[in-house]
């Protein structure tokens, strides 16, 4: 599995960074968030440029910190690095770094008329934290999706279709695949807020079953390129957490 991780890591940089465009071409930069929903857009980083999303999420057992620094490596291409700076265990009273996550997307098809797209995402876990923390197996996991949004005048519609590929967790024999599928409506309400309803379902391999989880949530521009976030997030069946509650901001430098 380390070695998908790392294959797959020189594969984006070489298909990816060869890219590389100049941002002038577009109109007007802007933040492309990606939070506060489970769900991905097509839409990448702007051309160039380098952006920032973080925050917090905050479960009945788990505070995390996770943040995510892409790049814009083209018009259709971009890179990021995910990772949690702090994590917190509520229940074990245990704190540490979370695990990185490096990765890619890139949008393949786009029909201008009707405001549609198709984009593939992948990324790979580097276990950063250690084994003997809660919330990390200390293994490498893997991750791909196919990501299709559909535009209109007043909403965005996010679909994604997926498989995560998980290392051996603590010594459990592996690796676990989990496919899953999220699907994401956005109402643009005005051209500073936006409000938005997902609900995520991935089967679990162990134990055997299915699992759904909706969020609700909203964002807000303080400025083109800076975008505040929150929302709520509850299981739906056999969540492994109660409700989660997160917020955050994504900035264009």
């Known amino acids: 599995m380390k070695k998908l991780v790392l294959v797959s890591g020189m594969i984006l940089f070489i298909l990816f960074g060869a890219e590389t465009v100049s941002g002038q071409i577009l109109e007007k930069k802007r933040a492309t968030p990606q939070r506060p929903a489970?769900?991905?857009?097509?839409?990448?980083?702007?051309?160039?440029?380098?952006?920032?999303?973080?925050?917090?999420?905050?479960?009945?057992?788990?505070?995390?910190?996770?943040?995510?620094?892409?790049?814009?490596?083209?018009?259709?291409?971009?890179?990021?690095?995910?990772?949690?700076?702090?994590?917190?265990?509520?229940?074990l009273k245990s704190s540490g770094i979370g695990d990185v996550y490096v990765g890619g997307r890139y949008r393949f098809w786009i029909n201008f008329y009707e405001d549609k797209s198709i984009a593939v995402q992948i990324w790979g876990?580097?276990?950063?934290?250690?084994a003997t923390r809660s919330w990390s197996s200390?293994?490498?996991?893997?991750?791909?999706?196919?990501?299709?949004?559909?535009?209109?005048?007043?909403?965005?519609?996010?679909?994604?279709?997926?498989?995560?590929?998980?290392?051996?967790?603590?010594?459990?024999?592996?690796?676990?695949?989990?496919?899953?599928?999220?699907?994401?409506?956005?109402?643009?309400?005005t051209n500073k807020f936006s409000m938005l309803t997902e609900v995520h379902n991935y089967k679990r391999k162990r134990p055997s079953q299915n699992v759904s989880i909706g969020f609700a949530g909203f964002s807000y521009a303080f400025k083109p390129t800076i975008v505040f976030d929150a929302g709520y997030s509850f299981g739906l069946r056999n969540s492994p957490y109660d409700w989660r509650a997160l917020s955050g901001f994504t900035i264009n430098f």
């Open 138 to 189: 200390g293994e490498a996991d893997f991750q791909g999706m196919l990501i299709y949004t559909a535009v209109y005048e007043k909403y965005v519609i996010n679909m994604n279709l997926g498989l995560t590929a998980y290392g051996s967790p603590h010594g459990v024999g592996g690796p676990d695949n989990e496919p899953f599928v999220t699907i994401c409506y956005t109402a643009n309400l």
């Open 38 to 91: 489970v769900a991905r857009s097509t839409f990448t980083t702007y051309p160039g440029s380098f952006e920032l999303e973080s925050g917090f999420s905050l479960t009945d057992k788990l505070l995390d910190t996770q943040s995510m620094l892409k790049y814009g490596a083209g018009l259709n291409v971009e890179m990021f690095l995910m990772f949690s700076p702090y994590v917190l265990d509520t229940e």
């Open 125 to 130: 876990k580097l276990p950063a934290a250690p």
